[in-house]
């Protein structure tokens, strides 16, 4: 055992350090990256560029949400309805229509009077923020 030690001992001590890494190759753009680029550096139109969002809140007469409400959305001067949906469990909705135009949303429910109300989508503007407090139909309380 003494002589494995100063075997090893004569010999001087060689720290190890470890190579240092080649630097990683610049890798090109990814594909995502630059497909979703126009030659002029600018996104390409999506298929919801000429769209308006009409986004609406329904509550009850006491101030609680219209879980269910329909709404209904036509071109203002036309009878039919282009557009329709129902108000989601918070009483919200969301649907979309061409911009440039102005619309007539109607939303009625169960024992309510229909409630309507004009968006304009003309302007530079994309999204509409409505919100509509239904009254009860006659004099019944609910």
Sequence with gaps: MASLVLLLSGF?????SP???????????STAESSNKNKNGTKP???????FLIKGTVFTQDGLSFSGARIQIRKEGEKKFRWQDSANSRGEFAIRVIRGAKYE???SGK?????????DATGSDRVEEIVLHM??????PS
Excluded: F, I, L, Y
């Design 12 to 16: 001087p001590a060689q720290a190890q």
């Design 19 to 29: 190579e240092p890494s080649p630097p990683a190759p610049e890798k090109p753009a």
């Design 45 to 51: 139109s999506s298929k919801h560029a000429h769209d």
């Design 105 to 107: 949303v109607v939303v």
């Design 111 to 119: 024992g309510c009077k229909d409630q309507q109300k004009t968006v």
């Design 135 to 140: 009254e009860r139909e006659g004099n019944k």
